[in-house]
């Protein structure tokens, strides 16, 4: 009896031991119900006050005017005009964003060499000045009047603000980090021990970039363009400066917006271009959410080695 | 084909991870590049891979009589084995034993059939064929060594270089890749160098040995030569358990712990201290005074568990010892914890500064 006892024992004041760790780390990382309740419905609140709110405004003031009014809006001249520059400052931007990006990740994350800590600083250099001063700056360079090599430039037929090439270099100035900033930390991760593999194998470094570092680094890569393409085709600030804001002339989707809405006061117009702008950011949201979820699972498995 | 490396030196800023180190491995030999880490054996291997340049002013590195030590990584044909595989991780095995051959030339590359032949040849060798189309993430550790043997094999390399290759395994699977491994080069008979930093590796492994400490050559020699002939204290240490005493010589005699042996070696001249080395197994234990040399000690304790009995021990001055013995001879001395014994050493090795001057008894 008494051994019976001895044995049954510990194995009953282990299991309530354990119940109550158990009962323990429940209590410790659940908030009651109705805080929960509460916090996320908080979020939710916010969420559809300040993002699903004015969204679903942005599309209802767009088609104020009924459906064929935002359509005639979106296929004037001026809108037409407007979404066609946006797209070239994208398909320029976005490619030199990319090769940049490329290029330096890859140089600082696999290579030392001297100044390399100055190179990672630079390019955080857009992220951290407002958009607005590197416009100014572009100014000063080559404002046709006062700008240092603007004279010059003017002076053999070239005219960069007040002009498409003002907004393409704009674009590019304040895009040019995001390819950069996506990849140095994924090709850190990996490292260079497949490269080291593949150069044993006799590949060559162009295919040893081909094969080996492009698909493996692809999906941050990938990730970093998309948002590389939504900073470019919505950037205003460092655009408007560069450029006079004249529709039809210099205005990019982003600014064409703004000076139909301020200036024009068409604002079915406005909203009809802002709509777009709209829907580019959702599917910008959807891509990015599709992505991520790669590159997260990219990363993991180099960390995992 | 044969490799020969001579005066390899190598700083890595005010590291100096290799110092005038040679080495000559002989065409089909299977050499173990051993030390502990920091001793330069990986830095070695990666020079003659060409993965690292020696400093300015070392010799040469030659294969097969050539001078390969200016010539590109790629155009040295070696088949390199990283530590950590180093596998093309979006490439299915197939395509990472393959790779080799498709990043070939065009003049040179086999065609689209011969790749597939080689590389399920390749497969079948390491016993991976059923595993072909799988990712390296969703192979065990074993399978993935196994792969990148494969892939490094594909190229015909004419030396074999590996890096630590059990290194990250557990266990059993390291002993029977080890054996697999051994199995395969007696099959193959390539060249081979690899980098260990465990002893029994090594010994069971290699025809020669190469003990390295602190970007110097120890000593080189077969796994037999360097157990039981140890050139330094180092290696003395570094293979296995050892007992150490503090020596003293005089007389023509050495005398350490209570005892004393000839020492006819002309180089001990007195008095001199010196230091003596006793493995675990060349310790005998008996329960009486047998008329051997001897002195007295306690057993403190005993680990059965093993083909060996492990014994610790305490002599009569409080200093710790450690003796192997078979399990049938524990049994017929009928001894235990606190056991008033008498130990007496079959082979001792005598130190001088480091180098092994003399040694006494059977492994003479």
Redesign the interface.
């Known amino acids: 009896m008494f051994a019976f006892g001895g044995l049954t024992m510990p194995a009953a004041a282990g299991s309530l031991v354990s119940t109550a760790t158990h009962g323990h780390a429940e209590v410790r990382v659940t908030e009651p119900l109705w805080l929960r309740g509460l916090l996320i419905g908080l979020a939710l609140v916010f969420l559809a006050l300040f993002l699903l709110v004015p969204l679903l405004l942005v599309f209802s003031a767009a088609l104020e005017n009924g459906v064929k009014a935002y359509f005639a809006s979106l296929v004037s001249p001026d809108a037409l005009h407007a979404i066609y520059l946006t797209g070239l400052a994208a398909a320029v931007s976005v490619p030199m964003g990319t090769l940049f990006g490329l290029a330096a990740a890859w140089s600082i994350a696999k290579f030392h060499f001297v100044g390399k800590n100055l190179l990672i600083t630079l390019i955080d250099l857009p992220f951290s000045i407002s958009p607005v001063i590197a416009g100014l700056l572009f100014v000063i360079l080559f404002s046709p009047t006062h700008g240092y090599f603007g004279p010059w430039l003017a002076g053999h037929g070239i005219r960069v603000i007040f002009a498409i090439p003002g907004i393409i270099i704009a674009t590019m100035f304040v895009t040019f980090p995001f390819v950069a900033r996506e990849l140095i930390p994924l090709f850190e991760s990996q490292g260079t021990?497949?490269e080291?593999?593949?150069?044993?194998?006799?590949?060559?470094g162009w295919?040893i970039f081909w094969?080996?570092t492009l698909?493996?680094a692809k999906w941050g890569l990938l990730y970093g363009v998309i948002l590389c393409n939504a900073r470019a085709m919505g950037e205003f600030g460092a655009v408007s400066v560069v450029t006079a804001r004249v529709s039809g002339v210099t205005n990019t989707m982003p600014l064409e917006v703004a000076t139909l809405y301020n200036d024009s006061g068409c604002y079915a117009a406005a909203f009809a271009l802002a709509s777009l702008l709209a829907m580019l950011g959702l599917v910008t949201l959807v891509a990015k959410t599709f992505v991520e979820w790669h590159v997260a699972s990219q990363l993991t498995?180099?960390q995992?080695? | 084909m044969s490799i020969e490396a001579q005066r390899i030196s190598k700083t890595f800023g005010a590291f100096r991870a290799l110092q005038d180190v040679s080495l000559t491995v002989e065409a089909g030999e299977l050499v173990a590049l051993l030390g502990p880490s920091g001793s330069g054996k990986t830095t070695l291997l990666r020079i003659i891979?060409?993965?690292e340049q020696a400093d300015p002013g070392s010799g040469p590195i030659k294969f097969h009589n050539q001078d390969v030590a200016h010539r590109d990584?790629?155009?040295r044909?070696?088949?390199?084995v990283?530590q950590?595989y180093?596998?093309?991780?979006?490439m299915s095995v197939f395509e990472n034993v393959a790779?080799?051959l498709r990043?070939?030339p065009r003049a040179r590359r086999p065609t689209k059939e011969q790749i597939r032949e080689k590389v399920t040849k390749l497969l079948k060798l390491v016993q991976l064929d059923v595993q072909a189309h799988r990712y390296p993430?969703q192979l065990s550790g074993g399978q993935r060594q196994r792969v990148a043997l494969a892939?490094?094999l594909?190229?015909e390399p004419k030396v074999l270089l590996l890096d630590e290759p059990f290194g990250a395994l557990d266990a059993r699977v390291r002993q029977e890749l080890r054996q697999w491994l051994r199995r395969l080069h007696d099959e193959i008979h390539l060249t081979s160098v690899f980098v260990t930093h465990d002893q029994d590796e090594a010994m069971e492994l290699a025809d020669r040995v190469l003990v390295m400490n602190e970007g110097r050559v120890e000593q080189i020699g077969t796994p037999d030569e360097v157990f039981h002939n140890p050139k330094t204290e180092f290696v003395m240490n570094f293979l296995g358990q050892v007992n150490q005493f503090h020596g003293r010589v005089e007389g023509g005699k050495i005398h350490f712990a209570t005892l004393s042996l000839d020492a006819p070696h002309p180089s001990l001249s007195p008095p001199q201290l010196v230091r003596v080395f006793v493995r675990p197994h060349d310790l005998e234990i008996e329960t009486k005074r047998n008329g051997h040399a001897a002195f007295p000690a306690v057993i403190k304790r005993v680990h059965s568990a093993g083909p060996n009995v492990r014994i610790e021990l305490q002599t009569d001055s409080g200093e710790p010892l450690q003796a192997e013995m078979p399990q049938d001879r524990f049994r017929a001395l009928a001894i235990g914890v606190q056991s008033q014994v008498f130990v007496s050493p079959r082979t001792v090795k005598v130190f001088d500064r480091g180098q092994n001057v003399f040694v006494h008894g059977e492994g003479i």
């Open positions: 021990e497949e080291q593999a593949a150069r044993v194998l006799e590949a060559s295919q094969r080996i698909p493996n498995q180099a995992k080695r | 891979a060409g993965l990584v790629g155009s044909q070696v088949g390199f990283f950590h180093a596998l093309f991780r979006h790779f080799g990043v070939r993430h892939r490094a594909a190229i």
